[in-house]
């Protein structure tokens, strides 16, 4: 059988940046920070105690109360960034729903929900109070979930997860089940919303977050020789997938066409990049195998770079290692520089931000950058606090998860 | 109105987001307030806590309406 080809023709986000996409996208290229000191809970035991929070976030602008009390954090930023990119598709009309599907990511899903009821039930004196809702709010594809029940859309709905990759790898899954057949259109993409006790004091354990309290917005510095870690990020970015003649058909806008997926893994520690980067060298391979495209072909990889001292290192070596000489050509650049790190939120609002970019010709930067890395070739571009013009012809979007999962998505400029 | 029916009206309000004047001790939780059967155990859960009892589930089963809820608390609550 020969395969579908599949196209993007819808997008949502909601971001530290900007709860839109054009307001995300605007805060993209003027190079912001999305970081400041943390208003969720009190942080001021903990380590760290800044991050990229949504701005001005309130469920009652976008839920009526009795519905957004069932909805994680995660979950709502879910309906609120699909909303936008479904709206966007024009898909609520003239679409047979039974054929729209919804593959969603989340590295962790309900961690609020987890933590409160815990929480609850270890103040009582151990009789079980558990809410009704505590489960299927907690559950990752309760965001899938609450999607396809809001719009009706009875296609193929799950959610993968796979920590920081977990959105790459639902985009892929959304490509590979509409380039066989089994739907004809997906919401795709992935939320996040980690920002609680339980989710700094757990990275901070591990020793993965920036410290740098007294100057949040150049907490995150991918690629600077005195980056420190990843600054917590949340919120979610949707795309809409679509089969080509099916977009075609309805005279649908078509943002970009996705023409490659490559998936891997570095089966070295759990948490601890491969130094090596032969798991990383190896997705891009598979990535670019799939797209059928030579590397001097990529103009910018948008970069999973989370801004810790052995991650950044491992990418860029096998960056080098697949594109060669093209390297030097490539425009690199990791948007968490001022999005922060949305975990299984990445893939998603990366994806936006990479076809954003081959939209406007304009490559986002890499922010806060203060001092070479002098490990890292000073010969590559990787587009240092200023946003640059160019001319995107293709983009490949690059996330790893704890576990040591790869994923790389490959977008193509649209051609009839 | 005693104060154990206007505190269930008040749960009720706003567990379930509706407007003080749909509550009437008729009114079905499900059949009319909106309700869905988590949204009953929710309801439940709520008025043990408030009233500090424990509402056996056959007993529960039994409690459907806004005025069935207060006359069950008004005899059961401590």
Redesign the interface.
């Known amino acids: 059988m020969s395969l579908r080809r599949v196209v993007v023709t819808g997008l949502g986000a909601i971001t530290p940046l900007g709860s839109t996409v054009p307001a995300y996208w605007e805060g993209l290229r003027a190079g912001k920070s999305g970081a400041a000191p943390i208003t969720r809970f009190d942080a001021s035991k903990f380590k760290t105690r800044f991050a990229c929070e949504v701005k001005g976030y309130s469920p009652d602008n976008y839920f ?4 957004g009390r069932k909805m994680d954090l995660f979950t709502q930023f879910a309906v609120i960034a699909s909303d936008e990119a479904i709206k966007d598709a024009g898909l609520l009309e003239g679409v047979n729903k039974d054929r729209v599907g919804v593959i969603w990511g989340s590295g962790i899903g309900g961690l609020k929900t987890f933590q409160d009821e815990c929480f609850n039930f270890a103040k009582g004196d151990g009789t079980p ?1 558990y ?3 505590f489960i ?1 709010k907690m559950i990752a594809d309760s965001s899938s979930g609450n999607i396809s029940i809001k719009n009706g859309f009875r296609g193929p709905n799950f959610v993968t997860t796979s920590a920081c990759a977990s959105s790459s790898d639902s985009i892929v899954a959304a490509y590979n089940f509409l380039r066989l057949g089994m739907a004809d259109v997906i919401v795709t993409g992935g939320s996040e919303a980690a920002i609680t006790e339980a989710g700094v004091g757990g990275f901070n354990a591990l020793k993965a977050m920036s410290e740098r309290n007294d100057d949040p917005e150049t907490g995150s510095r991918p690629y600077d020789k005195d980056r420190d870690g990843f600054v917590l990020g949340e919120g979610a970015g949707a795309l809409v997938l679509e089969e080509y003649e099916h977009a075609k058909a309805r005279g649908a806008k078509i943002y970009a066409e996705i023409i490659g997926g490559g998936l891997s893994s570095d089966a070295y520690h759990i948490t601890a990049p491969d130094p090596t980067g032969e798991g990383v060298v190896l997705v891009m391979q598979n990535a670019l195998r799939d797209a059928g495209i030579r590397p001097d072909e990529v103009d910018y990889i948008n970069t999973h770079g989370t801004s810790t001292p052995l991650g950044d290192g491992a990418e860029i070596t096998a960056i080098q290692k697949v594109f060669g000489e093209a390297a030097y050509n490539l425009n690199i650049s990791s948007t968490k520089s001022m999005t922060g790190h949305l975990l299984g939120g990445a893939g998603g609002i990366e994806a936006v931000a990479s076809i954003m970019a081959m939209q406007h010709g304009i490559v986002p930067p890499t922010i806060n950058h203060f001092t070479d890395d002098p490990e890292l070739d000073a010969r590559l571009n990787f587009t240092f606090n200023k946003a640059q013009e160019r001319e995107i012809n293709i983009a490949v979007s690059n996330t790893f998860g704890f576990g040591g999962h790869n994923t790389s998505v490959v977008f193509r400029k649209f051609r009839d | 109105m005693s104060e154990i029916a206007e505190k269930v009206k008040a749960i009720i309000i706003d567990k379930l987001g509706v407007e003080a004047s749909e509550v009437t001790p008729e009114a079905s939780f499900t059949n009319d307030l909106g309700a869905d059967s988590l949204d009953t155990v929710e309801l439940i859960m709520e008025f043990e806590k408030e009233f500090n009892v424990s509402i056996p589930d056959d007993q529960a089963e039994n409690i459907g309406t806004v005025g069935q809820a207060i006359s069950y608390l008004e005899e059961h609550a401590k």
């Open positions: 009526p109360t009795k519905e109070r809410n009704p809702f299927p």
